[in-house]
């Protein structure tokens, strides 16, 4: 990894730029894709399928008996694993259930929130380059536990943990599509995929150009969660073994991710690039990692201060403190989508199994987005409830600012009830 030592504030911005391709270009690419969807439906999945993901659909939607047979077509221990992670990634989303109060706010005037899941939800499982059913707990639990009652599943996979990963979650409509086009039959229906409200899931930049460009025509969608990153943040209490094994674990997604490491020890940085290229020789995706290191870098500051304003201008989708006290200085990060303290905290456990959720904000955007979270998959509706004397006690408020606004229906509606 290159080494930048002491960069000025002035670099900064340059230095942390991140590998993906300039957004008009993808969204070029992009918007024909979703064109096509919209006014060909199920044609044009089949056509992009082919082009794409080279494989002829007979079926666009999975057939059941693939989805009954996964289960037999896994090992015990894998099937174990995932068990493991669902309670873990259940017990985590389940504790963020809150329960609304009602709050009196003057006499005989009554306000509260209640809390609905999401009728229509789609969830994106990417499938490219490795099938991610790690991501079908991340969006299929806290769907199952806001009570969503439609979830549509797409992914360009077929591999059969993630159907077995659905079952889980009580998710049966699953669609064998996946990129631009999947995020496309899932905003805009297609014969065979249903419409959906809010589209869900990580992916490539061609899928996260698509989430922007639908989410530009009213679907909501999570957030932008695109090509992963990592920053670790390492001193002299770092063990650079662990260090190189974190960053590689997110190079490995693919060639457009980025890993930072920041260090105040140059002993360290050095250590790090060894061990690098030591782990690099045997790891299966080297290809995807190098290529990805080529985009990263290691940079050498000159203090914690220093350090912490770097990370926190960078806003990582995942930020790694291996330091000392590290939980005492995670306080003082606030632009990153999920933090991991110490020497004993993989990212890869935040991935699959601890109980956070991976679908992170990427590419800068965790200086104003949150990962997913059980909120995501519901919406609060507000009710109130005043009594006939509870507008007698709130009239004369409310008549005073409608008439200051001109709006005197707005007053009159209240002045006929008093
Ligand atoms: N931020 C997060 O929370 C998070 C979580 C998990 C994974 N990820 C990221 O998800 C990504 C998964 O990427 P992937 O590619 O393996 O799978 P993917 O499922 O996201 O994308 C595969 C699809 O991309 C489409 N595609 C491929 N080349 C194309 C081209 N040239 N033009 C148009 N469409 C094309 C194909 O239709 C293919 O089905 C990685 O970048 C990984 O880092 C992010
Ligand atoms: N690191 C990814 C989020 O950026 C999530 C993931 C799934 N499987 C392995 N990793
Ligand atoms: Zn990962």
């Keep these: ?16 730029t991140r590998p993906t391709q300039d957004i008009a270009v993808i969204e070029q690419r992009v918007a024909p894709i979703l064109y096509r969807v919209k006014t060909e439906g199920d044609i044009a999945l089949r056509d992009f399928a082919l082009s794409f993901d080279k494989v002829h659909l007979e079926s666009i939607e999975m057939p059941s008996t693939a989805i009954e047979e996964a289960a037999s077509l896994l090992s015990e221990d894998l099937k174990q694993a995932i068990h493991q992670a669902y309670k873990n ?11 609304p109060e009602k709050i009196e706010t003057m006499s005989g005037v009554t306000c509260w929130r209640k809390t609905v899941g999401i009728d229509k939800v789609g969830v994106y499982i990417p499938g490219g380059t490795a099938p991610l059913f790690s991501t079908v707990l991340m969006l299929g639990i806290p769907a199952q536990i806001a009570g969503c009652r439609e979830v549509v599943l797409c992914t360009p996979s077929n591999h059969p943990a993630i159907l077995y ?3 889980l979650c009580g998710i ?52 932008p969660a695109g090509p ?9 209490s770092a063990n650079p073994a662990f260090v190189a094994a974190d960053l590689l674990s997110q190079a490995e997604h693919g060639v457009d991710s980025q890993v930072l490491l920041v260090s105040t020890s140059e002993k360290m940085i050095e250590a790090v690039n060894e061990e690098l290229e030591t782990q690099l020789a045997v790891l299966p995706r080297a290809e995807f990692a190098s290529k990805a290191l080529e985009n990263s870098q290691a940079i050498l500051v000159e203090n914690q201060q220093i350090a912490l304003a770097l990370l926190n201008d960078y806003a ?15 306080e003082k990060i606030y632009q990153a989508g999920s933090i991991f303290l110490g020497n004993y905290t993989p990212e890869s456990a935040g991935d699959y199994a601890s109980g956070t959720n991976h679908t992170l904000p990427t590419n800068g955007y965790a200086r104003a987005y949150s ?41 009159n509606a209240v002045k006929i009830r008093m």
């Design 371 to 411: 990962g997913v979270s059980l909120d995501s998959f519901v919406k609060k509706i507000t009710v109130q409830h005043i009594t006939k004397e509870g507008i007698q006690n709130l009239g004369k408020t409310i008549i005073e600012m409608a008439e200051a606004e001109s709006l005197d229906a707005h007053a």
């Design 316 to 330: 990582a989708e995942h930020l790694i403190l291996s330091i000392e006290n590290a939980e005492e200085v995670s």
């Design 89 to 99: 990634i259940h017990k985590f989303h389940e504790a963020q259930k809150s329960t």
């Design 228 to 236: 992963s990153e990592v920053a670790v943040y390492a001193d002299d």
């Design 165 to 167: 990963a659905a079952s």
């Design 1 to 16: 990894m290159k080494i930048i030592k002491y960069p000025k504030q002035s670099d900064y911005k340059a230095l942390l």
């Design 172 to 223: 049966t409509k699953i669609y064998r599509i996946g990129g631009a086009q999947a995020i496309a039959a899932m905003a805009y229906g297609t014969e065979t995929v249903p419409q959906v409200y809010k589209i869900f899931g990580p992916g490539n930049q061609y899928v996260t150009a698509a989430k922007m460009l639908v989410n530009k025509e009213g679907i909501a969608i999570d957030m």
